[in-house]
């Protein structure tokens, strides 16, 4: 990753190499779909959407895409089997194919638990 931090998620995403930001494109793309009402910022270096917090962070490296839907993956543990994970993260290798509805999937339940959390 970058040693500046980006201004912009299109400055984030301009770092990268073409078939690289094509990916980050499509995954903000489909963030954008699933909380149309979401702002879109920079937060810890990388591409952040906030609703009523922090929604999802996405972010690129050498050979995996980085997603950050804290704290809510255990959710999606079944569907995230074939996937590496840490505490709050799934990487998602670049040499197999994006999953792009689950991450959908993922950015409307982080939508609903953050709606649920603002209105106490």
Do not use: C, W
């Amino acid at each position: 990753m970058k040693s500046i931090v980006p201004a912009s998620v299109d400055e984030y995403i301009a770092g990268f190499p073409d078939d690289v930001q094509a990916i980050l494109q499509r995954i903000r793309a489909v963030v954008k779909k699933a909380a149309p009402e979401a702002e879109e910022t920079i937060k810890y270096a990388i591409p952040t959407f906030t609703l009523h917090g922090n929604l999802v962070h996405f972010a690129a490296y050498k050979h995996h895409i980085g997603f950050y839907p804290v704290p809510s993956k255990s959710t999606f543990e079944a569907e995230l089997a074939p996937y590496r994970k840490a505490k709050g993260t799934v990487q998602f290798p670049l040499t197999q194919p994006i999953p792009y509805a689950l991450i959908e999937k993922i950015v409307d339940f982080r939508m609903q638990e953050n709606r649920a959390k603002a209105k106490g």
